[in-house]
Nanobody, 115 residues
């Protein structure tokens, strides 16, 4: 079955960096685009970044453009989100998502940006 497992979240000071990972299994990872979403308390889940199956095209929310980098390793069935220059407003639970007949989500990883 399709499984997505995020890791790498934690507490970081403003201006710091974190790298999130998403381990995928149960489907042919290299064939599908992937995306990162986040949900802050009291807010709707929002798209952060997406990447096509071979990584040729990457798109970012305006709020993270220039600070976050999405990438993937199809040999390892892994997707990543490098987050730099983190701000308190980046605090959220981060999820990876794939669409395969329907949406599949991981359990999320908490990112807290605070001094």
């Amino acid at each position: 079955q399709v499984q997505l497992v995020e890791s790498g979240g934690g507490l970081v000071q403003p201006g710091g960096s974190l790298k999130l990972s998403c381990a995928a299994s149960g489907f042919t990872f290299r064939n599908l685009p992937m995306s990162w979403f986040r949900q802050a308390p009291g807010k709707e889940r929002e798209l952060v970044a997406s990447i096509t199956s071979l990584g040729a095209t990457r798109n970012y929310a305006d709020s993270v453009k220039g600070r976050f980098i999405i990438s993937r390793d199809n040999a390892k069935n892994m997707m990543y989100l490098q987050m730099n220059s983190l701000k308190p407003e980046d605090t959220a639970v981060y999820y990876c998502k794939v669409f395969l007949a329907r949406e599949y989500w991981g359990q999320g990883t908490q990112v807290t940006v605070s001094s």
